[in-house]
Structure formats: structure tokens, C-alpha cells
DNA sequence: CCGGATCCGCACAGATACTG
DNA sequence: CAGTATCTGTGCGGATCCGG
């Protein structure tokens, strides 16, 4: 998501008071380009960063080091460093990890059981304005 | 999120193959900075356009009219705007988009229990790396 | 093999002013 | 009240080159 541009809520003056506080760090980080794509790679088993690269197509070698660092500092991903050479880094989840991930299967099942329902919805609204094809999205 | 940027995966032939392409784009629409704050809000009842304004501080007009039409095309959202003068339009969550509300608040629950865990970890990975203190994020 | 550093383009958010 | 129209800036993400 880049989704956290300009910091409009700091930290926690913003839309608090509510219950949905919590939930903006974690789709914070779920939302960018490629998270959950490493996630669901890494729940499958210990991957190194050649084997996370070539699973997951179109991530650029930055990016995907971006993401795992950043997954890294959240204690999501524990990272290994052997200094062979040449050199060999293995990424899996924490415990906490598998947790989170676990969690998103979940949000895959309803997106697998509603993504019909979805795609019928925008092919109705799109006929039913079709000035602004491309507009929304 | 200012997730789907260029297009790398047009539609299918990205990373697929695999089971996460259904969770691509449920995760685009919320992971962009305002949706899921919409939901949430709408799961609390019905809301006219200016109690969602006021419910959301922070947002501009024109996020939420963007916000809340992705919703509306994606088939999450009711609108029904009432000829009256002066306007009245009121937005609530189809039975679709309750069930995808009652998904996003497993994920807060997540959020809610390892929060206190992603704030320490990312505590201590900045007490040993402090040189890139603000970089990754 | 793994990652750091740098440059750049573009999509999206924000602000403001205006309309039915 | 509920949008629409337009302009502008920002920061994510991609590409490329370099280093250990």
C-alpha cells in the first residue's frame, strides 16, 4: 500500500478512540506491493534470497530486500547469515510470523469464496457507468 | 495502498500458479490508507456522507467519494441517495461487505494480541541497527 | 550470492475552489 | 449536503550500477 504517505496520524490522536487503531500498523505493512507475497512464500518452508526472488516474479532485487528487512525488524521474519562465500541467507517466519500468516490464509479463503461475487459487481457498475471505465480504477 | 503501480502482473500470468492471487486484490483495495476505516465505520450502521466525513478525521472529500464509490463498485457498499433538497445520501454495507468486515476484524484481532510483540522486536532491531533508524520506515 | 546506493518516473493523496 | 474539477507534491517502486 504505500499507504502511509504523510503522516496525518502520527501515532495515535488520529482516528483513535475507535477500536480500529490496531489494525492500520498491520495493513500498513500488509498493504504494500509484495509483503504478503513474501509471507505466503516463507509459510511454505526456509527460503533463501535467490529462491524468494525467483518464487516471486516481477520483485526487483531492492524490493525484495526492502520487505524482508522490514519484516526482519517486525519480528516476523528471522533472517540467517552464513558467511560462506559465496554468501547464503535464509529467511523463515517466527513464530509469530506463522501466526500472522495464518491469519491471512484466512483473508485469502474469503477473498477465493467472494472474488466472483466481486468481479460480478464491478461488470454491473461498469455498464452501468461507463464514462468512468478507467477512472476509479 | 498505492499498491498496484505498474502493472507488472497484468492479470493472471504474475505470480500465480501459486494460491495468493486471490488475496492480491482484495489486499489492493484495503490497503490503501482509507477503505478499511470506511468499513469499519459503516459496520457500526448506516452513515450519511458528512457522518462519515466527521467519522474519519483526516480524510478529504475527495478520498471518500473515491473511497466509498471503489466500495460501491466492488459490490461492499449500498448507496441510496435521496432526491431531497438539500441531498441526503446514505451508505451501508451489503451483506458481502459485512462478511469482509467481519474478515478485517480477525485481522485487528491479530493486530490487537502482537502488537506489544512487533513493537518490541522493532525496538530491539533499531537498538542494533541504529544506523538506518528511519530508513525502512 | 546477497545486498547497498543512486537516479527517476509515475500514481496517488491532499488542498482548494466550484456546482446542483 | 454531496459531490466534481483541477493543480500540485510526495514517496513508492523499478532500473541500473557497484561492492563484499
Same mark, same amino acid.
Given at each position: 500500500?504505500?499507504?502511509?504517505?504523510?503522516?496525518?496520524?502520527?501515532?495515535? /490522536?488520529?482516528?483513535?478512540?475507535?477500536?480500529?487503531?490496531?489494525?492500520?500498523?498491520?495493513?500498513?505493512?500488509?498493504?504494500?506491493?509484495?509483503?504478503?507475497?513474501?509471507?505466503?512464500?516463507?509459510?511454505?518452508?526456509?527460503?533463501?534470497?535467490?529462491?524468494?526472488?525467483?518464487?516471486? /516474479?516481477?520483485?526487483?532485487?531492492?524490493?525484495?530486500?526492502?520487505?524482508?528487512?522490514?519484516?526482519?525488524?517486525?519480528?516476523?521474519?528471522?533472517?540467517?547469515?552464513? /558467511?560462506?562465500?559465496? /554468501?547464503?541467507?535464509?529467511?523463515?517466519?517466527?513464530?509469530?510470523?506463522?501466526?500472522?500468516?495464518?491469519?491471512?490464509?484466512?483473508?485469502?479463503?474469503?477473498?477465493?469464496?467472494?472474488?466472483?461475487?466481486?468481479?460480478?459487481?464491478?461488470?454491473?457498475?461498469?455498464?452501468?457507468?461507463?464514462?468512468?471505465?478507467?477512472?476509479?480504477?
Amino acid at each position: 500500500m504505500s499507504v502511509a504517505h504523510t503522516e496525518v496520524t502520527p501515532q495515535a /490522536p488520529g482516528p483513535c478512540g475507535d477500536e480500529d487503531c490496531g489494525i492500520r500498523d498491520v495493513l500498513d505493512r500488509l498493504g504494500d506491493k509484495w509483503t504478503v507475497l513474501v509471507m505466503v512464500e516463507l509459510s511454505k518452508g526456509v527460503r533463501r534470497f535467490r529462491e524468494l526472488h525467483r518464487a516471486i /516474479p516481477g520483485i526487483s532485487q531492492r524490493m525484495l530486500t526492502l520487505t524482508t528487512r522490514r519484516l526482519c525488524r517486525d519480528g516476523l521474519v528471522e533472517r540467517t547469515a552464513y /558467511p560462506t562465500i559465496p /554468501p547464503q541467507v535464509e529467511y523463515r517466519l517466527t513464530p509469530v510470523g506463522r501466526s500472522l500468516a495464518e491469519t491471512i490464509e484466512r483473508l485469502a479463503d474469503w477473498s477465493r469464496e467472494h472474488k466472483d461475487a466481486m468481479a460480478a459487481a464491478r461488470e454491473r457498475w461498469d455498464a452501468a457507468y461507463p464514462g468512468e471505465a478507467s477512472e476509479p480504477r
